[in-house]
């Protein structure tokens, strides 16, 4: 999870951009949103699919 946001305050932030937000990871993700100490099953998804994932300072951008 990104520091110093819920996840209702990213999906807003990112539905205001128009970004589809969702709650999986898949071959349509262009990029997940992933904080310093994320892992598991979401983290591992985006990596065995090669999508490029989006760190919390890239995210503040």
């Known amino acids: 999870m990104l520091e ?3 996840r209702e305050e990213i999906a807003y ?3 205001r951009q ?4 969702t709650s999986s990871v ?3 993700t ?9 892992s598991g099953s979401k983290s591992e998804a ?13 995210f503040r951008e």
């Open 4 to 6: 110093g946001y819920t």
């Open 46 to 58: 985006a990596e065995d699919l090669n999508v490029k994932r989006m760190s919390t300072d890239e």
């Open 13 to 15: 932030l990112m539905e």
């Open 30 to 38: 262009d990029y997940p949103v992933v904080g310093k100490s994320s």
């Open 26 to 28: 898949s071959s349509e």
């Open 18 to 21: 128009d970004a589809n937000v």
